[in-house]
């Protein structure tokens, strides 16, 4: 599955037109509507906007689960109903740290420190 059907799949699930998409993402509905057709490959700044809009992970959208794979999330019981908020949250942090680990782009507390992640 490509990544403009997981975008069309998402922004179906969200609720959102792609107008909406559009204008919370900050893609023009044009640049979206080429993604989503698959005349255009989304740019990573664009993905990750798209995934904030949609309230899906970059992952998610690029099928790309290696972060999702290889976290456990733990929450104590009495955790309540937020927990998958929380979860979705996490993850995505988790998956931006692997991204930018990806790129060499050290972590604000390595840079000057002498230490390379």
Not at 42 to 47: F, L, R, S
Not at 73 to 89: H, L
């Amino acid at each position: 599955m490509s990544t403009g059907v997981r975008i069309e799949r998402a922004r179906i699930a969200a609720g959102l037109s792609q107008r909406a998409l559009a204008e919370r993402s900050g893609v023009s509905q044009s640049t979206l509507s080429r993604i989503i057709s698959g005349d255009r490959v989304a740019k990573m700044p664009e993905i990750v906007a798209i995934a904030w809009a949609t309230g899906h992970t970059v992952a998610q959208l690029t099928g790309v689960v290696a972060v999702a794979d290889r976290v456990q999330f733990a929450a104590r019981a009495t955790g309540g109903p937020d927990m998958e908020g929380m979860r979705q949250a996490l993850l995505g942090f988790l998956e931006l740290d692997d991204y930018l680990h990806q790129q060499a782009i050290p972590a604000v507390s390595d840079i000057g420190s002498g230490r390379d992640s």
